[in-house]
């Protein structure tokens, strides 16, 4: 059994992903805003964090998340707000991973995007530059850290029935249901050789757990 908590745990991957956690027997704490959520998530299975992340410093995070095993950012400002994209995305992303190292939550697993980097080619005047920006800041912090990392790098989502198949890789961004990417994240923190590994992946035809294992 491992001590998992979800940054944005009422979100629509966080929400399909608390079930298949808890199930295997691991002991989830979801993070949310809103208080009006917790029935939501202590009904997927999470005990609920009420608590806004991107409000709290290093130590009040690293507060939230003591006797954790693991984290996963599952959180985003969704669009739109540029400022707030970069406040979430970005610094309160880059904030959660030096409180997880202050508190001994040794593994991350951060939800990113394919294609997601410094080359990633989103033009200035793009809605979607600010949380481009903000996911290339925050991925490549993560990356030198001396945390047990993840970075998944999902195509674009859907809501279709998981299929519990994806191709890892490649250079084309295709789609890919949230049910798999919740499955995906459930399968890289069962398996040790996915740290410190950058896991890009459409819909596809290998089974999830052979997939993600190196």
């Not at 095993?69 to 995305?89: H, K, L, N, S």
């Not at 993560?142 to 999902?154: A, V």
């Not at 519990?164 to 890919?176: K, L």
Request: hydrophobic share 45%; net charge negative; aromatic share 6%.
């Amino acid at each position: 059994m491992s001590r998992i908590l979800i940054i944005g745990g009422h979100g629509k991957v966080a929400r399909l992903l608390t079930p298949i956690l808890a199930a295997r027997g691991d002991q989830v704490s979801a993070v949310i805003r809103n208080a009006d959520q917790t029935a939501d998530v202590e009904a997927d299975g999470a005990s609920a964090l009420v608590a806004d992340v991107a409000n709290l410093d290093r130590d009040e995070l690293a507060a939230l998340f003591a006797g954790q095993d693991g984290v996963v950012w599952a959180a985003g400002a969704g669009g739109g707000d540029p400022e707030r994209t970069y406040a979430i995305d970005r610094d309160a992303a880059i904030r959660s991973m030096d409180a997880a190292e202050a508190a001994g939550a040794k593994r991350y697993v951060m939800v990113s995007y394919f294609g997601a980097g410094p080359d990633h080619g989103v033009p200035a005047d793009n809605s979607f530059f600010a949380y481009a920006e903000s996911k290339a800041a925050a991925d490549g912090y993560l990356e030198d850290t001396g945390l047990d990392w993840t970075i998944l790098g999902p195509s674009g989502l859907t809501l279709d029935p998981p299929t519990g198949r994806i191709d890892v890789g490649g250079t084309e961004s295709r789609t890919v249901a949230r049910a798999d990417v919740a499955a995906v994240i459930a399968a890289v923190l069962a398996e040790p050789s996915t740290i410190r590994r950058t896991i890009e992946f459409n819909t596809g035809s290998t089974d999830i757990v052979e997939a993600v294992r190196a």
